[in-house]
């Protein structure tokens, strides 16, 4: 159950680019790291560049960062799937809406089962449950 927040810098995105950024964000995570779509969130929003700044100066509307939030159950994935990860969406957003800068950031936060989960149950408890199944 990944939650993804894709924040980019530059002009709006389409709604067609922001549905393709979803649609392949699903397919990667899916891919690389095991993770089940029907409960992948992806949220994807762009900023005016004179918000966003490198090494203290605004960014211009040529060149576009971003930053890439992944929040997953801590333990689920190896360093070799997070490290994929890291690769293929960054040049998933260089190939698809870039040039991207270079201080661009994919982060993937692992959070233990008892914190956090969906439809009202935790991570750990569907863990336990399974178990015993």
């Not at 929003?45 to 890439?68: M, Y």
């Not at 994935?77 to 950031?105: C, F, W």
């Not at 993937?108 to 009202?120: K, L, Q, S």
Request: no cysteine; hydrophobic share 45%; glycine share 6%.
């Amino acid at each position: 159950m990944p939650v993804i927040a894709i924040a980019l810098s530059g002009r709006q995105l389409s709604l067609l680019q922001q549905q393709e950024l979803q649609r392949t964000t699903t397919r990667l995570i899916e891919e690389i790291m095991g993770k089940r779509p029907s409960v992948t969130a992806v949220m994807v929003q762009s900023l005016p560049s004179a918000n966003w700044a490198i090494g203290g100066e605004a960014l211009n509307d040529h060149l576009r960062a971003a930053q890439v939030d992944i929040t997953i159950t801590a333990g689920t994935n190896t360093a070799e799937e997070k490290a994929g990860m890291i690769d293929a969406i960054h040049q998933m957003l260089n190939d698809r809406v870039g040039p991207l800068a270079e201080a661009s950031y994919v982060v993937i936060h692992e959070v233990a089962a008892d914190a956090w989960g969906y439809a009202g149950r935790t991570q750990q408890s569907r863990q336990q449950m399974r178990q015993l199944i």
